[in-house]
């Protein structure tokens, strides 16, 4: 029996399908790991197939790469150990399974028990629960393997424990929401509490279309004590040794990487959001529009710390509305981050569109088609240099537009990836105010005055909506714990307001579906965890 095993915790950013990258990404850092002295090393939940494959699971040829790659591993790692996660093709149907492979042999393998079936989560679509708990031995330490959710429940980890674990390892694909972090901590606390065993607890890192994970892989010995954390939201292979003290194993303190704020958090999403998706798609960069407010300055602020200047088109669009501070703003805003800036101006499109169809407005009083007219100008020009150029077009809208359709269908809603799709208008004054704490790139009047669409004269964001500060909160109670019309007034929101809001997101339904995909940080994002249905008669 040895004294001491040294796991390496491979914390990497795999790409969905493509088994054959992965499997060159999992052989070249076993065999590094090894040259390190790694006695394991361990990779993320589905790592051969990436996380989640969805649909692509059901595909003949793909089960054929996944069986096919599992096989090189064994021919091309002989010696050591590693666990990996793959979808387990089966006579019975496909699990979510993670191997050990010892000696260029499989000597175990874990079907994950808990299968997720909420919010972004649909794996009983596709995978059949294991029941049996898997506890293999490692130089002399017995090593009980979990996937995932199976450390959410109690059952998987106290099965192991009486199979005989000394430590749990937990290989994941646990998605980015603020706060997860410390939910996950106190998770694996608890069930450390439980069975009083140390658990090394692996999470996958990068962006897969709306989804974003974190990595902030831990390990925390068997007090609960978080003894090793990796930093977040960045690649890396972390090492943690176990020695056996008193004949158990006790973990050798490493770097415990600090706790990110909130606002550092959600920002750091974004931009590996945005830079996966841009680098995982293949495009040379980005073009976006830059209004000179709010909105379209953080959007910029964010693609290019995820792509550098030199790939982002900034496009400022004006009309006969635009004002001086909005051409100023974002020509400013522009020379801070060193882009590519070019003025568009849409008035001859617009006065065209208005020629072209003033027979048919005749007599008709002006209302918000003149104001989606110039919205989707706009959207013609930068779809036209999205096209031309292969650039991919960033939109710029907030949840909070999302929530209640204050956004153009066919206009500003136009893009192929919406950075800030998910997060509310306050917290974009809030993630303005942390990326000028790390050196300005927003001028402090377009976070201080107040927002408006300029496509009227005049016009401001409260002319048709409630106050942000309160419009935030309700969206929040409604849309993040399906609050009725009856609990948002006993919090104290005016019964009139909260109808009229839940009315807008309701009715704006259909719109969402037509928009791009953004990045989630909340807990709950219009996309693949919001399904309310366009025609329906639900009343409040």
């Not at 996380?51 to 059901?58: A, H, I, S, T, V």
């Not at 901590?185 to 974190?214: H, K, M, S």
């Not at 995820?306 to 509305?321: C, F, I, N, Q, T």
């Given at each position: 029996?040895?004294d001491?095993l040294?796991i ?7 790409l969905?399908?493509?088994?054959h990258?992965n499997?060159?990404?999992?052989v070249?850092?076993a ?8 006695d394991l090393t ?6 051969l197939?990436g996380?989640p494959?969805?649909d692509?699971?059901?595909?003949r040829?793909f089960?054929?790469?996944v ?7 064994r ?5 050591g150990?590693?666990?990996?996660g793959?979808p ?6 496909i699990?979510?399974s ?5 000696g260029?042999l499989?000597?175990a393998?874990h ?8 919010k ?8 059949h ?6 506890v ?9 393997l979990?996937?995932c959710e199976d450390i959410?429940?109690p059952?998987?980890a106290e099965?192991a424990r009486?199979?005989g674990?000394e ?14 972090q410390?939910?996950?901590e ?6 450390i509490?439980?069975?009083?065993v140390p658990?090394v607890?692996l999470n ?8 974003i994970?974190d990595g902030n892989s831990f390990?925390m010995d068997a007090?609960?004590?978080v ?8 690649e ?5 040794e176990?020695?056996?003290e008193g004949?158990?194993p ?9 706790e ?10 974004l931009v ?6 841009v680098?995982?798609h293949?495009f040379?960069?980005v073009v976006?529009g830059l ?8 959007t910029l602020a964010?693609a290019?710390?995820?792509?550098g200047a030199?790939?982002v088109?900034a496009v400022?669009?004006p009309?006969r509305?635009?004002s001086?501070?909005?051409l ?10 060193g882009v590519?800036y ?6 001859g499109?617009?006065?065209a569109?208005l020629?072209?169809?003033?027979p048919?407005?005749?007599?008709l009083p002006a209302d918000?088609t003149?104001?989606?007219?110039q919205?989707r100008?706009?959207?013609?020009l930068l779809?036209g240099l999205s ?5 991919m077009?960033?939109?710029?809208g907030?949840?909070s ?17 919406a950075?800030?799709k998910d997060c ?10 942390y990326?000028n ?5 927003i001028?402090q ?10 496509l009227?004269e005049?016009?401001k964001?409260s002319?048709?909506?409630?106050p942000?500060e ?5 969206l929040?109670?409604?849309i993040?714990e399906?609050?009725?019309v ?5 919090r104290?929101?005016?019964r009139?307001?909260v109808?009229r809001?839940?009315?807008l997101v309701?009715?704006n339904?259909?719109?969402?579906r ?6 989630r940080v909340?807990r709950r ?9 366009i025609?329906n008669?639900?009343r409040?």
């Amino acid at each position: 029996m040895s004294d001491s095993l040294r796991i390496a915790l491979a914390q990497l950013d795999l790409l969905v399908g493509d088994v054959h990258g992965n499997l060159s990404r999992v052989v070249q850092t076993a065999r590094a790991q090894q040259a390190r002295g790694a006695d394991l090393t361990v990779f993320p939940e589905l790592t051969l197939s990436g996380y989640p494959p969805e649909d692509l699971l059901f595909h003949r040829g793909f089960r054929h790469q996944v069986d096919s790659a599992l096989e090189e591993i064994r021919r091309q790692v002989p010696s050591g150990c590693l666990v990996v996660g793959y979808p387990e093709y089966t006579r019975f149907g496909i699990y979510n399974s993670a191997a050990l492979i010892s000696g260029g042999l499989i000597a175990a393998v874990h079907r994950k028990a808990e299968l997720p079936n909420y919010k972004v989560f649909d794996e009983k679509r596709y995978f059949h629960a294991g029941a049996q708990p898997t506890v293999v031995e490692c130089k002399g330490f017995r090593v009980g393997l979990l996937v995932c959710e199976d450390i959410w429940e109690p059952q998987p980890a106290e099965l192991a424990r009486a199979e005989g674990a000394e430590l749990l390892i937990v290989i994941n694909a646990s998605p980015y929401e603020r706060q997860r972090q410390r939910e996950r901590e106190a998770n694996v606390r608890a069930r450390i509490a439980d069975i009083g065993v140390p658990v090394v607890y692996l999470n996958l890192v990068g962006g897969q279309d709306e989804l974003i994970f974190d990595g902030n892989s831990f390990v925390m010995d068997a007090h609960g004590h978080v003894v090793m954390r990796a930093p977040p939201f960045q690649e890396g292979v972390h090492h943690i040794e176990f020695r056996r003290e008193g004949g158990r194993p006790v973990p050798v303190p490493g770097e415990v990487a600090p706790e990110l704020s909130e606002e550092a958090s959600v920002y750091s999403a974004l931009v590996l959001g945005v830079r996966d998706y841009v680098h995982k798609h293949g495009f040379p960069g980005v073009v976006m529009g830059l209004s000179g407010g709010i909105d379209s300055a953080l959007t910029l602020a964010i693609a290019v710390d995820a792509l550098g200047a030199d790939r982002v088109h900034a496009v400022m669009m004006p009309s006969r509305y635009t004002s001086e501070m909005s051409l100023s703003d974002a020509a400013e805003e522009a020379r801070l981050l060193g882009v590519k800036y070019s003025v568009l101006s849409i008035e001859g499109m617009f006065a065209a569109t208005l020629a072209a169809l003033s027979p048919e407005f005749a007599g008709l009083p002006a209302d918000a088609t003149e104001e989606n007219i110039q919205s989707r100008c706009r959207m013609l020009l930068l779809m036209g240099l999205s096209n031309k150029t292969g650039r991919m077009l960033l939109t710029t809208g907030n949840k909070s537009e999302m929530a209640v359709g204050y956004a153009t269908l066919y206009g500003d809603m136009a893009g192929g990836f919406a950075p800030i799709k998910d997060c509310s208008k306050l917290l974009v004054y809030r993630l303005a105010d942390y990326r000028n704490g790390l050196g300005r790139v927003i001028p402090q009047r377009v976070i201080d005055r107040p927002p408006s669409a300029e496509l009227r004269e005049g016009q401001k964001d409260s002319d048709a909506l409630p106050p942000y500060e309160v419009l935030d909160p309700i969206l929040e109670a409604f849309i993040e714990e399906d609050l009725s019309v009856d609990e948002l007034e006993a919090r104290g929101f005016d019964r009139a307001t909260v109808g009229r809001v839940l009315d807008l997101v309701k009715r704006n339904e259909y719109k969402r579906r037509q928009a791009p995909p953004g990045v989630r940080v909340s807990r709950r994002a219009f996309g693949r965890d919001w399904r309310y249905p366009i025609t329906n008669g639900y009343r409040r």
